[in-house]
């Protein structure tokens, strides 16, 4: 029963009445004033993303809205609070005032307006997929680096300790070296429909991209390697548009693991086989009933097993399974990293921030400001990751005969 209520305070708390903090003004004498967020476009993602972790930090401010139309930057404006509003994308990186900006258009704009975020001199956080295509997402880092901006792609669960902790559980080698890894982000039919943007081929869509970057960072984050071969990727096309998946299965190969713990050699190194599943549109249940979204990581390992479910969104409920081949299977629930110290090295874990009810946008939120503002984040998704990531997802593509996203056209103008 208890835990009935946790899970509703959690996320009462994190989705719909986060604490409020003072913002650093000089209200409270201090001298810095709070990071200024601009949003590009009304997206639906925005307050879960961005907005709402926001109110409990206290060195960032969402200060304006663009959308294209201005009714709907300003409708926008008024029910967030947020004080400035634009009826076009670049009249909000043009503002001065600004610091940094969200970027949750559709897939097919990414690189177009972070490319003009960045040249603008704003700091961007970036929706994944990074780009259409690996290409765009080198270049939207070389522009990054160039400029001295912090360019992040929004992979927010990487941010919270739940994953942090199944990862450590397969470094610590307690159940030996990963024989297999399995990944999945499927949603029932129903929730992407018709006009969805991410139905759109010409705007990036498809469930590979917008589901299946997930399962595929997953797994590359918990093998801590990039594949060695695509072996067979099936897509379930759209019948509107045969270029879209609507889902998609992937057979990949992954390099030998070797936990720290295993000694070198002790056996030949078998590559670990994997499998990806992406789907937004799980038939239902007899057609009537909405199956469970099947979201989860699972790794079998030569000494058991751990698996944990709901990687995307553990803040709402996930649980992580370890099930030695020897001895008791246990559950656990990581939903801070003091939470999870009695396992760690508690002094560590004790210093990095979080509460139970942050979500993991909230702890992403946390890693961004402290690496615009100089300090060491608590961990990071990198340019190369990211690129790694964009390749895998074009590689899987070019297996089925659906072909990669269209790359963008966009060119920056030289003076910029
Ligand atoms: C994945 O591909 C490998 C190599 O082609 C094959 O041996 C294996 O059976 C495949 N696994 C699945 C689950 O299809």
Known sequence: MSSIIGLFKRNYTAFFSPPKVLKSTSEQGSQIAPLKFGILGAAAIAPAALINPAQSHSDVVVYAIAARDPKRAEAFAEKYGIEKWYGNYQALLDDPEIDAVYNPLPNGLHYEW???ALAAGKHV????PSGDTAEETRRMFDLAENKGLILL???????HPAIQRV????NSGELGKIK?????LAIP???????????DYNLGGGAMMDCGCYPLSCLRYLTSANPISVNDAKATVYRRNTLIDTGMAVNLTFPSASPSSSPPESQPEEPVTATLVADFATP??????????????LAECEQGSVEMFNFVMPVIYHYIQIRPLQGKARTEKVYSFRTATHKGTSEDQNEKKGEEWWSTYRYQLEAFVDKVRGREPQTWVSREDSIANMEWIEKIYEKTNLGARPQSNFQLESSE
């Open 189 to 199: 039919k129903g929730i992407i429909t018709g006009n969805d943007i991410r139905l």
């Open 114 to 116: 972070t490319m003009k």
């Open 284 to 297: 239902w249940i007899l057609g009537v009933l909405p199956r469970m979204p099947r979201i989860f990581v």
């Open 125 to 128: 956080l970036l929706e994944k």
């Open 167 to 170: 990862k450590d559980i397969i």
């Open 180 to 184: 297999h890894i399995s990944a999945s």
């Open 153 to 159: 792609e929004a992979f927010h669960y990487r941010f």
